[in-house]
């Protein structure tokens, strides 16, 4: 369960990588070629930084939402409700003394 929780994080981690990879390209490729000035090879990451930061996000909330998924599938118990388990516990140790 583990390996498939890691696998499906380094395939959005990859993908972001590889995303951010050909951005670096394309902009070193437009400047190099003067293509464009700098205020619109700027634009241009500007642009680019943040439909990589929405992907970002959006990879996030995919693996966020899977999980939390997985672990109600299988009745995995919150931290709130292990904190509460573990208050009464101490509570009932207390009153055991």
Known sequence: MEDLFKKFLYTGVGIASQATAKVRTQIETVIENNESNIKEGE???????????????????SIRTYIDNTLERFEVPTRTEVNTLLARLEELEAQAK
């Open 43 to 61: 634009k241009v990451v500007n642009s680019m930084m943040k439909k990589g930061e929405t992907r970002k996000e959006s990879v996030e909330t």
